[in-house]
């Protein structure tokens, strides 16, 4: 990085994908270090911007990640830098990705309808389009349950207690680059209710932590084009950020999890259901997981930080 003296206003867009909202901020010249002090000013919704997070596009050269991801993929020239709203280094963000590729879209660097947008994360390349729709599909890559076939035979490998519950309930471990875990809630009126202002304690407890979906399986439907589609509701505490109106990778880990427990002959499609809106969730040949679903910017402006060198 530079170690020319900071900038003290520092532009901004804001944006959301499904309500799961992001400050999105343009380094092509990969000079801005923004530290957790600057993601948590930004973040702040009584004196900042006000986000679940923070997003840095920046050249993947600057960034030792974004360095090894060249190495494999030449094109993935952007980098998405995703910080959680508490400053953390988060490795991806589903519905932040797709935030992502607009913000791109609007500086003239991608145009996801014509090619796919190569993205460099911390948790690899991945690709962006935009359907005829105007939803933006990403290919999430591939993905794993950490607890192997025991835990989908046995349909869980930890436990989480939620506020209000007196003892843990089963839930299944998902792996997507992040980590998440997903408990099935009995009906949508204990969903609602249920008081998520504290993180769910999970056992075994995750050694960087992990985001919590908890899920109603809500059965599966046929579509107008006649294929099979599964649907879920889901309220997600996402590590680092406390609940969110959405969790991109968060929706794809309830999909992949409830599926799993429907066993054989499961659909491929699963449309989540968020308190910020829904998104399709696709499960590839490939081994692969697709997510989809809008995203939108809202805002521009500046916003003021501390001149500290």
Excluded at 204 to 215: A, Y
């Amino acid at each position: 990085m530079s170690t020319a003296p900071r900038p003290t206003l520092i532009p901004f867009v804001k944006g959301h994908g499904t309500r799961n909202d992001f400050v999105l901020v343009d380094d092509r010249a990969g000079t801005l270090d923004l530290d957790a002090q600057d993601v948590r000013r930004l973040t702040d919704r009584r004196s900042g911007v006000g986000a679940d997070g923070v997003i840095r596009l920046a050249p993947s050269s600057t960034l030792p990640e974004g360095r090894e991801v060249l190495v494999a993929e030449p094109s993935a020239e952007w980098f998405m830098d995703y910080r959680n709203g508490d400053g953390t280094i988060a490795e991806m963000c589903g519905n932040g990705v797709r935030v992502f590729a607009a913000f791109a879209e609007s500086l003239g660097l991608a145009d996801c309808a014509r090619a796919p947008f190569v993205v460099a994360t911390r948790d690899g390349v991945k690709r962006v389009t935009r359907d005829s729709d105007g939803w933006y599909c990403v290919d999430m890559g591939a993905w794993r349950f950490p607890g192997g076939q025991g835990a989908v035979t046995d349909g869980f490998d930890a436990r989480v207690q939620a506020a209000g519950w007196t003892t843990g309930r089963p839930a299944l471990s998902v792996d997507l680059g992040n980590p998440h875990t997903v408990v099935a809630i009995s009906d949508e009126s204990e969903l609602t209710g249920l008081d998520l202002s504290a993180a769910p304690l999970v056992v075994p407890v995750p050694e960087t932590g992990t985001n919590v979906e908890l899920v109603v399986p809500l059965g599966e439907h046929r579509r107008d084009d006649g294929a099979v589609a599964g649907r879920v509701r889901m309220r997600v505490h996402e590590r680092g950020a406390g609940e969110t109106q959405s969790c991109g990778t968060g929706a794809c880990a309830a999909a992949l999890a409830v599926r799993a427990w429907a066993g054989a002959g499961a659909p491929d499609v699963w449309f989540v259901d968020v308190p910020g809106g829904t998104v399709r969730v696709r499960v590839l040949a490939s081994g692969h997981v697709e997510l989809a679903g809008p995203a939108d910017l809202v805002f521009a402006g500046t916003i003021e930080l501390s001149g500290r060198p």
